[in-house]
């Protein structure tokens, strides 16, 4: 374990020389004695487990707290230790995250019933609003748990597996780690859904074998043409996650076939600045035509809700095969994999005295776009006022918000009073478009039913539907939904409408 706790240090001296290591080290002797000789399930001391979830935090770059109270996490829980002690010991900083991170374990988010499901929910947000290092730890612990989950109990795999999926990767993903949430979701789903996950794995094998030799001569061929051009890249493949190509597939319009998915493998271009981004995409048109009817994302000009940064197009590669092309800056990449884990450690360095040249332009997703995290921000910030004070303003802000599901799972934030048609316009501006109908919960409701937090909602459309009416205008209650409606009468010349 000596060697383990080694490669913790090495790991957090590459990104942090100013680390409190010798704070670390007296967690990793504290942690050494209180579970001393406590054996998981899986046969592995508790120790190696706190060194798991300690390494997830090191790859998101964590400071000297988040990592002491990594290694601290089970204490209280498993350890017997009471929280005074620990804050004693560690400090308040320290106390407190070990206590939001027992807190959150001892909220059962799914297998309750569902006012429960909901309150529990809504007081994980609080706590995250705390502090969001209590989710970032929590999600590393749900992780290796994850890994070690076939030693628990069939019952048990399939509460845990059904809260991961349900609240924890979609928390992930609303955070921007979306390798994170991908990762928790392919550990979720042969727990869930054992025979399709089966299918899926012996099926897709040979495609994603045949992609990945088709990405490894396009990898090539655009090496070249980058150097030529004098643009410096690395280029990579990305295969995607089992599970997301499993949704994927499900999808009306893939009708099962997975010949109909271009993204198997991913080719992706990591170049240093936006305007490469750019150049690149010229240089990938140059040699690739795009495939005409996919057409370019660009997620750059106009980043998805969670932040998430990056240009896709649609080409035909090597052999004419169709593939997807992903090009990003370093920072975006980071970004898109760490999420709010890498907007925390530039916040961190910003404080830390590292020049705002060093971080340019782009660190943050403008600012509408991440409004969910920025509060949670925000709140945290607010943090520092009396107790009291502090507890009426968190559960005031988050009684204005409510969290609905879309069939998949996915939790979607909302202001109060919101509509099926403010959710719809949430996720997308075609989807509000076309809204014809909805169910909430699976029971059809008319488009301007109010929407309570837990709810599940659908959203029914049609093809031929040519736009919003003007009338929605009257019961949305976001902006979005107001602009995106308003948009229409704009273009079209029925324009004279006020606000
Ligand atoms: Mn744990």
Request: charged share 30%; hydrophobic share 40%; proline share 4%.
């Amino acid at each position: 374990m000596e060697k383990e706790f080694k490669k913790l240090i090495e790991k957090i001296k590459s990104y942090d020389q100013g680390a409190d290591f010798e704070e670390i080290k007296k967690a990793f002797l504290f942690a050494s004695k209180v579970h001393q000789g406590q054996i998981r399930r899986s046969g592995e001391p508790v120790l190696r487990h706190l060194l798991s979830v300690v390494l997830v935090l090191a790859d998101w770059k964590l400071d000297s707290t988040s990592i002491e109270a990594g290694l601290l996490h089970d204490s209280v829980e498993d350890g017997g230790v009471s929280p005074q002690l620990i804050e004693k010991e560690f400090g308040e900083e320290v106390g407190e995250l070990v206590n939001g991170v027992t807190k959150i374990g001892e909220l059962k988010l799914r297998g309750s019933e569902e006012e429960k499901f909901v309150e529990n929910l809504r007081k994980m947000l609080v706590t995250m609003a705390h502090d969001l290092r209590v989710v970032l730890i929590k999600l590393a612990d749900r992780y290796h748990n994850m890994q070690t989950l076939a030693f628990l109990p069939l019952e048990k795999q399939k509460r845990i597996a059904k809260e991961t999926l349900g609240v924890y990767a979609p928390l992930a993903e609303r955070l921007g780690i979306g390798e994170m949430a991908g990762k928790l979701e392919d550990l979720a789903f042969p727990y869930l859904y054992p025979e399709d996950f089966a299918w899926i794995k012996s099926f897709s094998a040979p495609f994603y074998h045949q992609t990945e030799e088709i990405i490894e001569e396009a990898k090539e061929e655009i090496l070249e043409e980058l150097k030529k051009e004098k643009t410096k890249g690395e280029v990579s493949g990305r295969a995607k996650h089992l599970y997301s190509l499993w949704q994927k597939l499900l999808r009306p319009e893939i009708e099962k076939d997975i010949s109909k998915i271009y993204d198997l493998v991913a080719l992706r271009i990591l170049v240093s600045s936006v305007r490469d981004c750019y150049a690149t995409l010229g240089v990938v048109h140059k040699i690739w035509k795009p495939v005409p009817f996919k057409g370019v994302s660009d997620f750059i000009a106009q980043p998805k809700p969670n932040g998430y940064r990056s240009i896709h197009t649609t080409v035909f590669g090597p052999r004419g095969k169709i593939i997807e092309v992903q090009i990003r800056t370093y920072q975006m990449h980071e970004e898109g994999e760490n999420g709010i884990a890498a907007h925390w450690y530039y916040g961190y360095l910003k404080t830390a005295g590292v020049s705002d040249k060093r971080l340019e332009d782009g660190v943050f997703a403008p600012n509408e776009k991440l409004s969910w995290v920025r509060q949670l921000v925000l709140w945290q910030k607010e943090i520092v006022g009396s107790q009291e004070f502090l507890e009426a303003l968190k559960f005031d802000a988050l009684k204005h918000r409510i969290f609905v599901f879309s069939p998949k799972g996915d939790v979607f934030d909302l202001p109060a009073e919101s509509t099926p048609i403010d959710f719809a316009y949430a996720i997308h501006s075609e989807l509000g478009d076309k809204a014809m109908g909805a169910k909430v919960n699976g029971k059809m409701v008319s488009l301007d039913f109010r929407l309570k937090s837990g709810d599940m909602v659908e959203i029914l459309t049609s093809e031929k539907k040519k736009g919003p009416s003007r009338d929605w205008l009257s019961f949305v209650v976001t902006r979005v939904a107001k602009k995106e409606i308003l948009k229409h009468f704009r273009s079209s010349k029925e324009a004279g409408y006020k606000v």
